[in-house]
């Protein structure tokens, strides 16, 4: 019985990552049957069916336990799709699902039905799928897909409304710089693959010490981490960010609080265990981390949009939530006693700020797309006493940026003091040079939690109170439709309900998850503190957080003094400005390069390639020295194969001089129908036959199009160019010989075909020719199948497809 | 200009149903002898391309309503859907299967799930052609 359950789950794990795939390929088929129903309904099924199968796991893997499931993909290179279910891929498959089921709610009232929602709930559930992916891989090349899958699908998110200039652009920031992430964690992956000789993650886990004496080991550290900060938008590459606010609301509560920028800390805390004892490890988290909290919350408070506001707040709170993992790592490297085990607190902190971000963005999200719903500007200059008009909106304000603020009673409270405590902590280690410059993590911390207090302030007290505009407003100001208010309700009854029994969350969640990040800690019953909110009288973190509170109300009030000294930072030298310079410079030498070669006349295309197959293959014919001829072994040749040779000299030589074009296609048909013959000749009838009906075909083709082609131009050009193209044709042609011949003799490898020779069977066919292409090399045809569908596709688009009214200035919108 | 083409007519009108017979015998062929899903729709497209020279595209429209991008489409769905389907049987991507089955009145036969790999090579096929030379010819 147990047996059952236990596979039945194992398929569930397996098949949580595909249904939101299935979900979306099913989503055209819904659209249309069903056009009265918001499409979001029907979405939410799956989200929710997810979250509840997953929630009701939460016992089992509070007890330790861990589902894998395996299945084959390429098993030869070790590339297979595992499936790892334990504490942390838990945490965020829930926040995943959970969060998921929430926004999409929020969006059923968010989006009208006039927008084109099929494709909106067709990325978003790609993109839920590509998360569940990432989160529940435990192969690394498995992994990476899914990366790159989120990458691209929230590209596509953040382009939603495509017709607007602002919202291409963002969307391809975001896809630049997490892709070129991506890529270099690809690199160090390999490295780790090329070190430990696995992809598997709990592979490389139990074989460290292998991992660890590579030379590879550092340079694969800095690459995936790369990868990380790209995507967790760290410091310099969180410029991404805040132009990925073009997207809708929803899509950025989900995106940008709870999912994609997670990515990347997933990433940290998973390989922790891998890198986390090493020095580089933890100066590069904890370091980038603090740096990305500092200048998230200090950039967040010039900002005059709302939305823009709460990107660098996200940035300056994933920068805190990568610090914490940074400064848990320490333990690691002291190895297990319970004198480390105090400075796994920080991982703890991180685990648990990381569920209660989710809670509070989320709803500070969801407050600000109703804002920018009901009165139609997110500029704080305009806004300003909403209070009395969107009382429940103004509640969710309060306690989301109470809890960002990190004030009691709520869950960002106890997670921000744990945050304190644990710079503290590190401060008074004497390794890694953190006598000397441990210091900066509190002061650091510090000063960021102040400019977090007063953009807290500002979200609040610029919105909900002072004097209202109603000029300024786009629209009359009234409360959200009910169907809006309900997923941010829901977070912030966790935000409170979580301070109110942190350990609830503590034992079932973040437990199990401490025991993945630390898996050679023996207990993680003893990683796992008893969180208060009264955590003493006078300590220091107590003291920070009044300190905090007291300079935040004073900057807050004096505001208006000190914002200026924004505008002295020269905007040539932001990361932003280089930014548009480098890909400025990237389009326009290469589209100067293009038009270069791209110069529309097919013969230099021609030119172009022959060169290139003559240089590649010809010089390595030559380099590798496999040009040898050696006709003693060859069969006789006979007189038909001979007479057939013949004709098709003479066809290709008369195609040379014939001044009509029938007459060239008529003997290019020639030549395709005597190759067709030499197939069957040499007993070759599947080639024949193909070869045949294609010759037809194409030879009706050209007939269909003829009348439409202009007769030939006699070209007039000069001799230089005629014999360098002569030259060309002979070196092409002398080339393909020689190869052809060689072939018969090159032994450098061994022959493919004995794999063919149990044909039958193995795969059930006496075809060998069929038996290769829907068998053996069947990945191959599928492979070609879907180009020639794509070709066709593109046919028939450059043909059939022509702008519409209006569509030719979208461009330029 | 209308031309006088009652031989061309005529003619495809017979020799159309041999080409699809051939195309048809040449995709279930395939296991064993020369053919299979590729040269199959190549036949079958290269018919119904016949018909589209003899007789005019809403003529052939009426006796075949089908898009034929569609038919492209649901052929790469199909061999893609064999490849991932083996998943489902905890087989690695792409496994085939065949064996012999007992069918009433035909007797024995062998049957594989390359057939059905095969099948979305074919659709993909004459769904591509069909579109392209469609594309080309009917563009003005």
């Known amino acids: 019985m147990i047996l059952i359950a236990r596979r039945f789950l194992l398929l569930i794990v397996a098949f949580s990552i595909m249904l939101p795939f299935i979900a979306a390929a099913l989503i055209p088929l819904i659209y249309r049957r069903f056009k009265n129903i918001h499409l979001g309904w029907f979405v939410l099924v799956v989200p929710t069916v997810l979250f509840s199968f997953l929630a009701s796991y939460i016992p089992r893997i509070a007890d330790g336990k861990t589902f894998v499931k395996t299945y084959e993909w390429i098993p030869t290179f070790g590339i297979n799709i595992t499936t790892y279910l334990d504490g942390l891929s838990m945490i965020f498959s829930l926040l995943i699902t959970g969060v998921g089921s929430l926004v999409i709610l929020y969006s059923i009232f968010y989006l009208s039905t006039k927008e084109s929602l099929h494709h909106f709930y067709c990325y978003l559930l790609l993109f839920m799928g590509a998360m569940l992916g990432v989160v529940l891989s435990d192969n690394l090349m498995v992994l990476y897909v899914f990366w790159e899958l989120t990458s691209v699908s929230s590209f596509l998110l953040i382009a939603f409304w495509h017709h607007r200039k602002a919202s291409r652009a963002g969307a391809r920031k975001a896809m630049i710089i997490t892709v070129s992430g991506g890529v270099a964690m690809l690199a160090g992956f390999l490295m780790l693959y090329v070190a430990s000789g696995t992809f598997s993650i709990r592979e490389i886990i139990a074989n460290l010490e292998v991992v660890q004496a590579s030379t590879l080991f550092v340079p694969a550290m800095l690459l995936v981490l790369l990868g990380a900060f790209t995507k967790s938008a760290q410091f310099p590459f969180h410029i991404w960010l805040p132009d990925a606010m073009e997207a809708p609301t929803p899509v950025s509560a989900y995106l940008h609080s709870a999912t994609m920028v997670k990515a990347g800390i997933y990433l940290v805390a998973r390989t922790t265990p891998i890198f986390g004892a090493h020095e580089v490890w933890f100066w590069t988290v904890s370091g980038v981390g603090i740096l990305t909290l500092f200048w998230g919350s200090f950039n967040a408070v010039r900002q005059y949009d709302l939305k823009a506001l709460l990107a660098y707040s996200t940035i300056s709170q994933l920068g805190l939530i990568m610090s914490l993992f940074g400064l848990g790592s320490i333990a690691l490297h002291l190895g297990y006693s319970t004198d480390s085990v105090i400075y796994t607190q920080a991982t703890f902190a991180a685990l648990f700020h990381l569920i209660n971000h989710s809670t509070f963005k989320g709803a500070l999200f969801m407050m600000v797309g109703i804002v920018d719903h009901e009165v139609g500007t997110r500029d704080i200059r305009r806004l300003g006493g909403l209070m009395a008009l969107m009382p429940f909106t103004f509640t969710i304000a309060v306690i989301g940026s109470f809890s960002m603020a990190g004030l009691p009673p709520f869950n960002g409270f106890l997670s921000k003091e744990m945050f304190f405590a644990a710079t503290v902590n590190i401060m008074q280690l004497n390794i890694f040079s953190l006598d000397s410059f441990g210091i900066i993590f509190p002061i650091v911390a510090w000063i960021a939690s102040v400019f977090t207090f007063i953009y807290c302030a500002i979200i609040v007290m610029r919105t909900f109170f002072g004097k209202l505009q109603p000029d300024r407003l786009e629209k009359p100001p009234h409360e959200a439709p009910i169907g809006m208010l309900i997923s941010p309700y829901i977070l912030i009854s966790l935000v409170v309900g979580i301070f109110i029994f942190p350990n609830v969350l503590g034992h079932y969640i973040l437990q199990p998850a401490m025991a993945s990040i630390y898996p050679m800690f023996p207990s993680s019953e003893e990683l796992t503190p008893h969180i208060a909110a009264w955590h003493g009288y006078i300590n220091t973190e107590l003291w920070m957080t009044f300190g905090v509170i007291v300079f935040g109300t004073l900057l807050y009030l004096s505001l208006k003094k000190w914002r200026p000294m924004y505008q002295l930072f020269p905007q040539k030298y932001t990361f932003n400005a280089m930014y548009e310079r480098i890909i400025g410079f990237g389009e326009g030498y290469s589209g100067r390069v293009t038009n270069r070669y791209m110069n529309g006349n097919v013969s230099y295309y021609f030119i172009y390639i022959y060169v290139f197959f003559i240089v590649v293959l010809a010089g390595y014919a030559v380099y590798a020295d496999v040009l040898s001829w050696d006709p003693s072994k060859d069969s006789a040749i006979e007189s038909y194969e001979l007479v057939l040779a013949f004709v098709m000299v003479f066809a290709a030589g008369a195609i040379l001089v014939a001044k009509q074009r029938i007459t060239v296609v008529l003997l290019n048909g020639v030549l395709g129908y005597s190759v067709a013959f030499f197939f069957v000749v040499f007993r070759a009838p599947d080639l024949a036959l193909t070869q045949l009906v294609v010759e037809s075909v194409t030879t009706a083709l050209f007939l269909l199009a003829f009348k439409f082609l202009p007769k030939i131009q006699p070209e007039k050009v000069s001799n230089t160019v005629k014999i360098t193209k002569a030259m060309i044709s002979i070196a092409v042609g002398a080339t393909v010989t020689l190869i052809g011949l060689a072939v018969m003799n090159y032994d450098k490898f061994e022959p493919i075909s004995a794999y063919f020779e149990d044909a039958y069977n193995l795969a059930g066919g006496k075809n060998i020719v069929n038996t290769i292409l829907g068998d053996f090399r069947a990945f191959d045809t599928m492979l070609e199948v879907v180009v020639l569908f794509i070709a066709g596709l593109g046919v028939y688009t450059l043909i059939k497809l022509k702008a519409k009214k209006g569509d030719a200035d979208v461009e330029s919108k | ?140």
């Open chain 2, 1 to 140: 200009m209308k031309v006088n083409d009652v031989i061309l007519k005529t003619v495809v009108r017979m020799v159309v149903f041999i080409v699809f017979t051939v195309g048809m015998y040449l995709f279930f062929a395939g296991h064993n002898a020369p053919g299979g899903g590729f040269i199959g729709g190549l036949v079958l497209g290269s018919g119904i391309v016949l018909l589209y020279l003899t007789y005019d595209i809403e003529t052939v429209h009426k006796g075949m309503p089908f898009d034929f991008k569609k038919v492209a489409a649901l052929g790469v769905l199909l061999a893609t859907g064999t490849a991932i389907g083996s998943l489902f049987f905890d087989a690695p991507f792409l496994t085939q299967t065949d064996g012999y089955f007992n069918i009433p009145i035909l007797g024995e036969k062998h049957l594989s799930t390359v057939t059905l790999f095969e099948a979305g090579v074919a659709l993909t096929v004459v769904g591509t052609l069909v579109t392209i030379i469609l594309s080309i010819s009917e563009d003005e």
